[in-house]
């Protein structure tokens, strides 16, 4: 028997989330940079974060998916469930959960950056009512 190389099992173990989960990562990322960039409020980038826990929610349903594939497993098993078919399962939920961390981080770190640099800068800014014209 071959042995299989890790990235290639984490692959085949994710599936069709393989592909989604970095789809929705580079989607919130780039959607991210923009309202950062666009943006000179920090309310609009603070409303930004509604939107950034999407690789994170899709993660947690490959979880879930994974994890009853694992279940069904057992139910329909006759008397011992064959070990590899049960880890099939739980290692692609316990996958998706991981990538959709690791989606989920750059999103955040560019929103936490970006909010905190334009806080500062409206603090350091007088309002529009106090400037001279």
């Known amino acids: 028997m071959q042995q299989q190389s890790y990235l290639s099992y984490m692959f085949s173990a994710l ?6 989960l970095p789809l929705a990562g580079l989607a919130v990322f ?6 950062v960039t666009m943006s000179r409020r920090p309310s609009v980038i603070a409303a930004y974060l509604v939107f950034l826990p999407l690789p994170l ?3 947690i349903f490959g979880t879930i998916q994974g994890f009853i594939s694992s279940y069904m497993v057992i139910a329909t098993a006759g008397s011992t469930p064959k070990p590899s078919d049960m880890a099939t ?3 692609a939920g316990l996958f998706a959960s991981l990538v959709g961390l690791m989606a989920t981080f750059p999103g955040y770190f560019v929103v936490a950056i970006g909010l905190f640099i334009r806080t500062l800068q409206a603090r350091s800014s ?6 001279d014209s």
Not at 30 to 35: D, H, I, Q, S, T
Not at 126 to 131: G, K, L, N, S, V
Request: charge should be negative; include cysteine; hydrophobic fraction near 50%.
């Open 15 to 20: 599936g069709i989330y393989a592909v989604l």
């Open 30 to 35: 780039a959607g991210a940079c923009l309202v």
């Open 57 to 59: 929610l899709l993660g």
């Open 89 to 91: 399962g739980i290692s």
């Open 126 to 131: 007088p309002p529009a009512e106090y400037q």
